[in-house]
């Protein structure tokens, strides 16, 4: 269970994030379609837990680039919370895979093969 400091800090930081991608880095993802879509910071608030969620499949290379470069990224971050936050958090990213595991899952429910229901099936209903 979060405390409400935490999910303060976690909107806050979900927010600059998806900002900083917008501004600052653009650079770094090009035209990738990027969502920060979800951020867990732990007790203290010392390390961020990132999660990612890029639209294509072929942008995941792009994850690597902000992998490397996450250094630049907390700078950026710092530069905006460090009026808020004592201590700028460790960012830890995450690839968040929760989009094409639902797609996954709707194509394997869509192939099911479902017989019809018979009559009498019916009518016991």
């Given amino acids: ?9 976690n909107k806050l930081i979900q927010k600059e994030l998806g ?14 379609f990027l969502t920060v879509s979800r951020v867990i910071i732990s ?4 390390v961020a837990r ?4 890029f639209l294509l499949d072929k942008d995941k290379k792009v994850f690597d680039t902000i992998e ?11 530069n905006r919370i460090g009026k808020s936050a004592r201590i700028v958090p460790e ?3 995450f690839m968040d895979e929760s989009g094409s595991y639902a797609q ?6 869509s192939s ?5 229901a018979s009559e009498e099936d019916e009518e016991e209903n």
């Fill in 68 to 78: 490397d470069r996450k250094s630049e990224i907390r700078k950026h971050l710092g």
């Fill in 91 to 93: 960012l830890a990213l």
């Fill in 19 to 32: 900002e900083i991608f917008q501004r600052e880095a653009k650079h770094m993802i090009g035209n990738a």
């Fill in 112 to 116: 099911l093969d479902i017989p019809e």
């Fill in 50 to 53: 990132v999660y990612l969620s």
């Fill in 1 to 9: 269970m979060e405390s409400k400091r935490q999910q303060k800090y």
């Fill in 104 to 109: 996954h899952m709707d194509k394997v429910i």
């Fill in 43 to 46: 007790p203290d608030l010392s």
